[in-house]
């Protein structure tokens, strides 16, 4: 799995867990929807450092948290 994969799949997962809707996360992070939008489907595959953090922020969690999945503990090296 690659790391964008990951991230997304952690949002989704996040939506899920939290019960929210894209819109939600919207205001509550201040990201606009259509950036949020835009890293769900792929039209942005490379979210910076400070977008996932605010989403952090909407979800109430630390970055800490997000990254601490299986997921992201075994992705494979981007770069071969």
Same mark, same amino acid.
């Given at each position: 799995m690659d %790391?964008? %994969?990951?991230v997304k799949n952690r949002i989704l997962q996040l939506l899920g867990e939290k019960s929210m809707s894209i819109h939600? /996360?919207? +205001?509550?992070?201040?990201v606009p929807p259509s950036s949020i939008k835009n890293i769900l489907y792929g039209k942005s595959q490379n979210p910076?450092?400070? %977008? /996932?953090? +605010? /989403?952090c922020d909407g979800f109430g969690v630390s970055l800490i948290e997000f990254f601490d999945t299986s997921e992201f503990r075994n992705l494979e090296q981007e770069i071969q």
């Open positions: %790391t964008y %994969t990951a939600r /996360l919207a +205001m509550e992070s201040a910076g450092i400070v %977008t /996932l953090k +605010m /989403l």
